[in-house]
């Protein structure tokens, strides 16, 4: 990886992801104890576990930064902060209740709304995907490309089937695969084990935001529908529907989108 001053920050965050990953993994092989929180949305003992490991190896390191988490209070006060960790604990919790092994430790840093460093763990798979800023993308060190695909049909997508229905009568000419966690989906796209993958419109911020740097850096495209990219640690951290694919494939996928809306 390139010399650059976002590494620091890289290193930083994956010791931390890495250390919670195998705190998250005692819990996964002993049985996960889970209750369902405000929204209908699962949570488990090792969400809040691994949420308070980040954001005490974190915040001790880096105090001035803000802090946006899915199982943690959101402050506002994170909006007065330049630069913001953007944490997932576990990424896919309802597979990792179930025992799937495609559950995921994310952390992004963002600073002015784009992230610059990001890293997405899946301690099952012994997998870790990287990127910062302008030096590419790596898995357990080793660099990674998006897939040079370019025609929709037939493509490999890792997505949920409300996620591609937009595609109207498209979507049942791709290879679609559900995957339980969206930032590994976005990680799998960046490594080129899919083609592509779309999100819906429920995810949120410490969903994406570290997948979405490491597809980007991998020589993908990530936008909303509309060609946008996503900004970051926004009042409401909820992110519009996405398209991250290799740029041909990405091209291809935001015009059948606009077709599909027309019609």
Known sequence: MAASPWLTELDLMTEAVTAAGEEALRHFERGVRHW?????????????????????????ARPDYGWLSEESENDPE???????????????????????????????????GQVRAGVVHNPV?????????????????EAINVSPRHDIAG????????AVAPLGAMATNVNRSYV???AYRFALVARGDFDATMSAG???EWDIAAAALIVEEAGGAVTHRNGKPPRFNKPHPTVAPLIAAGPDLHAQLQRRLKRARAH
């Open 36 to 60: 369902v929180k405000d929204g209908n949305s699962p949570v488990s003992e090792a969400d809040m576990a691994v949420d308070r490991m980040l954001a005490e190896q974190l915040g001790r």
């Open 180 to 182: 339980h966690s969206l």
């Open 202 to 204: 429920h995810a949120h």
């Open 78 to 112: 994170r909006l007065q902060r330049e630069r913001v960790f953007i944490v997932d604990p576990i990424d896919g919790t309802r597979g990792f209740i179930k025992g799937s092994d495609q559950w995921t430790i994310c952390a992004a840093l963002s600073e002015g």
């Open 155 to 162: 493509a490999r997508m890792a997505a949920a089937k409300g």
């Open 125 to 141: 798979r012994r997998e870790t995907f990287q990127a910062i800023t302008g030096g590419g993308a790596y898995c357990n060190g």
